[in-house]
């Protein structure tokens, strides 16, 4: 459902994607608003300005400022969807914003940079290192959020690697900040992707920056560990939500002849994933790597086990609706007998979501904090 946003750029109709009925968020922030707004207001901006516009909740700046051609930069597939439902849905076209993942190399320069703050400080350094070699001493560098999500460690993260920095006054719970390039400025090596030994293997696993706990196995993911399915036979496998892969990698280490697709809606996600499958196994193995909303594009009835950790969070949107969208979906894709694996908190309730999809749902393991879910698709009489 699309809501009008009011700005100096114009009026412009957005929604969050996917779109959903009863959707109850809008698809920007009090940030983007005072971002367009200071720009409108203070900002020089011609036909030739070459804007990058980073983190972009949905193309919401991007769709402003499309009159100017902006790269818009994300390490989010939805977020690039968004983009594009939301340039049409304006009558725009998808030709008036170029965009980049996460993972793709930039070239020249910048005049214009816009950045949302976001979640991740390892994410902001990493592009901010990034960004660096792209900036000219006249550049205008403007980020935002919300005032929650800006601290001091923040602040010193544009100052240590890009030049002075300074914020404005609070607006509508959010603030502005202003950074300007200085060359004297030595920012270091970036120290990203980082890696880890995986515990009990010789197993390196190298994590972007934008990968859920980069710096080691996270619990979660250490318990499922303890408790994956059994696998005889040539399986379809999916690791849905895969992050750095390490799931789907050690079900291929214990199953020499399933079959592995790792998928993800972000595109440093599948990059580690990859990296991490090739560093294992070399030419020994193959799999396939997919950035995707869920599972769309993947074929129906095709997949005998599915695993999942579900995210709880869309950007700073917290529910359970992407679990409601992977579960659904996952019982499409998966062949009739198939099984999902899902672990979660045990707060989270995904046994009263599986079992009024499924009509079945088991407990495979449990501790004090996790509970991992099996549901097996019902065969057809």
């Known amino acids: 459902m ?7 750029q114009g009026e412009f109709a957005l929604s969050r994607f996917p779109k959903r009925s009863n959707e109850k968020l809008r698809a920007w922030d009090a940030a983007d608003e005072y971002l367009l707004n200071h720009i409108a207001e203070h900002a020089e901006l011609s036909d030739n ?3 990058l516009i980073v983190n972009d909740s949905f193309g919401v700046l991007s769709v402003a400022l499309s009159s100017y051609a902006p790269h818009m930069l994300s390490d989010s597939y939805l977020a690039h969807q968004g983009a594009l439902t939301n340039l049409a849905d304006n009558q725009r076209s998808q030709n008036q914003i170029q965009l980049l993942s996460s993972c793709d190399a930039l070239s020249g320069y910048f005049d214009v940079v816009i950045i949302k703050i976001p979640k991740s400080l390892a994410l902001l350094e990493d592009q901010l290192r990034r960004l660096r070699p792209h900036l000219k001493t006249d550049t205008l560098i403007l980020a935002a959020g919300m005032v929650k999500s800006i601290h001091t460690s923040t602040l010193k993260l544009f100052e240590k690697i890009i030049g002075p920095t300074k914020t404005s ?3 509508k719970k959010a ?9 004297s400025v030595e920012p270091g090596v970036n120290p ?3 890696s880890y030994l995986l515990d009990g293997t010789d197993y390196q696993i190298s994590n972007h920056s934008g990968v859920f706990s980069q710096g080691g196995l996270d619990i979660g993911t250490r318990f499922f560990l303890q408790n994956l399915p059994k696998v005889e036979g040539r399986k379809k496998i999916i690791d849905l939500g895969c992050g750095n892969g390490v799931l789907g990698l050690m079900m291929a280490d214990q199953a020499a002849d399933c079959e592995l697709l790792f998928v993800d809606e972000s595109y440093m996600a599948v990059d ?3 990296s991490n499958f090739c560093a294992a196994f070399g030419d020994v193995r193959t799999a396939k790597f997919t950035v995707t909303d869920c599972l769309k594009g993947v074929e129906p009835n095709s997949a005998d086990i599915i695993l999942n950790n579900p995210p709880f969070h869309q950007q700073n949107a917290v529910g359970d609706f992407i679990a409601r969208q992977m579960f659904h979906e ?3 894709v998966l062949k009739e007998g198939g099984e999902l694996w899902v672990i979660g908190n045990r707060h989270l309730g995904y046994h009263v979501l599986l079992k009024r999809l499924f009509d079945n749902c088991s407990v495979m393991a449990s501790n004090k904090k996790f509970v991992i879910l099996k549901s097996i698709k019902a065969r057809t009489q």
Do not use: V
């Open 2 to 8: 699309s809501e009008i946003l009011k700005a100096p």
């Open 49 to 51: 300005s070459t804007i």
């Open 169 to 171: 006054l609070a607006r």
């Open 175 to 183: 603030r502005l900040i202003f950074s300007t390039l200085c060359h």
């Open 192 to 194: 990203f992707p980082k």
């Open 272 to 274: 580690s994933a990859a």
């Open 330 to 332: 996952a019982k499409q």
